[in-house]
Nanobody
Framework: QVQLVESGGGLVQAGGSLRLSCAAS????????MGWFRQAPGEERKFVAA????????GYADSVKGRFTLSRDNAKNTVYLQMNSLKPEDTAVYYC?????????????????WGQGTQVTVSS
Protein backbone atom coordinates (compact mmCIF):
# COMPACT_ATOMS: atom_id res chain seq x y z
CA GLN A 1 0.00 0.00 0.00
CA VAL A 2 1.41 3.35 -1.06
CA GLN A 3 1.86 5.83 1.74
CA LEU A 4 3.09 9.40 1.57
CA VAL A 5 3.77 11.20 4.84
CA GLU A 6 4.57 14.91 4.91
CA SER A 7 6.35 16.68 7.73
CA GLY A 8 8.20 19.90 8.39
CA GLY A 9 5.41 22.42 8.31
CA GLY A 10 5.03 25.15 10.91
CA LEU A 11 4.87 28.84 11.62
CA VAL A 12 7.59 31.10 10.26
CA GLN A 13 8.04 34.83 9.76
CA ALA A 14 8.14 36.33 6.30
CA GLY A 15 11.59 35.95 4.80
CA GLY A 16 12.22 32.76 6.73
CA SER A 17 12.71 29.19 5.56
CA LEU A 18 11.19 25.77 6.07
CA ARG A 19 12.01 22.35 4.67
CA LEU A 20 9.16 19.99 4.00
CA SER A 21 9.71 16.24 3.76
CA CYS A 22 7.66 13.59 2.01
CA ALA A 23 8.48 10.06 3.09
CA ALA A 24 7.25 7.52 0.56
CA SER A 25 6.64 3.83 1.15
CA UNK A 26 4.77 0.89 -0.29
CA UNK A 27 6.56 0.48 -3.60
CA UNK A 28 9.61 1.47 -5.60
CA UNK A 29 9.27 5.11 -6.56
CA UNK A 30 12.10 5.33 -9.07
CA UNK A 31 9.58 5.47 -11.93
CA UNK A 32 7.37 8.06 -10.28
CA UNK A 33 6.87 11.79 -10.53
CA MET A 34 6.61 13.35 -7.09
CA GLY A 35 4.66 16.55 -6.80
CA TRP A 36 3.99 19.18 -4.17
CA PHE A 37 0.74 21.08 -4.10
CA ARG A 38 -0.75 23.62 -1.74
CA GLN A 39 -4.22 24.67 -0.80
CA ALA A 40 -5.13 27.87 1.00
CA PRO A 41 -8.54 28.29 2.68
CA GLY A 42 -11.26 28.85 0.10
CA GLU A 43 -8.95 28.17 -2.81
CA GLU A 44 -8.32 25.26 -5.14
CA ARG A 45 -5.35 22.99 -4.71
CA LYS A 46 -2.47 24.39 -6.76
CA PHE A 47 0.72 22.99 -8.19
CA VAL A 48 3.96 24.03 -6.48
CA ALA A 49 6.72 21.78 -7.82
CA ALA A 50 7.49 18.31 -9.11
CA UNK A 51 10.51 16.06 -9.42
CA UNK A 52 11.12 12.98 -11.54
CA UNK A 53 12.49 10.53 -9.02
CA UNK A 54 14.68 8.72 -11.53
CA UNK A 55 16.12 11.62 -13.51
CA UNK A 56 15.97 14.32 -10.86
CA UNK A 57 14.43 16.74 -13.35
CA UNK A 58 12.27 19.35 -11.68
CA GLY A 59 9.50 21.78 -12.49
CA TYR A 60 8.24 24.74 -10.49
CA ALA A 61 5.28 27.06 -10.43
CA ASP A 62 6.23 30.61 -11.42
CA SER A 63 5.22 31.84 -7.98
CA VAL A 64 7.95 29.80 -6.27
CA LYS A 65 10.75 29.74 -8.84
CA GLY A 66 14.02 30.91 -7.34
CA ARG A 67 12.71 30.46 -3.79
CA PHE A 68 11.75 26.77 -3.53
CA THR A 69 14.01 23.84 -4.35
CA LEU A 70 13.19 20.16 -4.68
CA SER A 71 15.56 17.32 -3.89
CA ARG A 72 15.35 13.61 -3.13
CA ASP A 73 17.17 11.06 -1.03
CA ASN A 74 16.93 7.68 -2.69
CA ALA A 75 18.24 5.80 0.35
CA LYS A 76 15.53 7.30 2.56
CA ASN A 77 12.79 7.26 -0.09
CA THR A 78 12.17 10.88 0.79
CA VAL A 79 11.56 14.01 -1.25
CA TYR A 80 12.33 17.43 0.21
CA LEU A 81 10.93 20.85 -0.59
CA GLN A 82 13.26 23.58 0.63
CA MET A 83 11.32 26.83 0.92
CA ASN A 84 13.26 30.07 1.28
CA SER A 85 12.24 33.73 1.32
CA LEU A 86 8.78 32.73 2.43
CA LYS A 87 5.93 35.17 1.96
CA PRO A 88 2.54 35.40 3.69
CA GLU A 89 0.93 34.29 0.43
CA ASP A 90 2.76 30.97 0.75
CA THR A 91 0.51 30.14 3.70
CA ALA A 92 -1.39 26.94 2.90
CA VAL A 93 -1.64 23.24 3.57
CA TYR A 94 1.09 21.57 1.54
CA TYR A 95 0.50 18.12 0.06
CA CYS A 96 2.86 15.57 -1.40
CA UNK A 97 1.58 13.50 -4.31
CA UNK A 98 2.82 10.79 -6.67
CA UNK A 99 2.07 9.50 -10.17
CA UNK A 100 3.81 7.34 -12.71
CA UNK A 101 6.48 9.38 -14.45
CA UNK A 102 5.58 8.45 -18.03
CA UNK A 103 4.24 11.98 -18.35
CA UNK A 104 4.90 15.26 -16.57
CA UNK A 105 1.87 16.78 -14.92
CA UNK A 106 0.92 19.81 -12.87
CA UNK A 107 -2.80 19.13 -12.56
CA UNK A 108 -3.79 17.66 -9.20
CA UNK A 109 -6.24 15.19 -10.71
CA UNK A 110 -3.44 13.49 -12.63
CA UNK A 111 -1.80 12.32 -9.41
CA UNK A 112 -2.74 8.96 -7.96
CA UNK A 113 -1.46 9.08 -4.41
CA TRP A 114 -1.62 11.81 -1.79
CA GLY A 115 -0.32 12.52 1.66
CA GLN A 116 -2.36 13.99 4.48
CA GLY A 117 -0.83 17.46 4.20
CA THR A 118 1.20 19.71 6.46
CA GLN A 119 0.32 23.27 7.44
CA VAL A 120 2.67 26.11 6.55
CA THR A 121 1.88 29.52 8.01
CA VAL A 122 3.94 32.58 7.15
CA SER A 123 3.37 35.65 9.31
CA SER A 124 3.98 39.17 8.06
Amino acid sequence: QVQLVESGGGLVQAGGSLRLSCAASGRTFSSYLMGWFRQAPGEERKFVAAINWNSGLTGYADSVKGRFTLSRDNAKNTVYLQMNSLKPEDTAVYYCAAKHAYSYAEAPDEYDYWGQGTQVTVSS
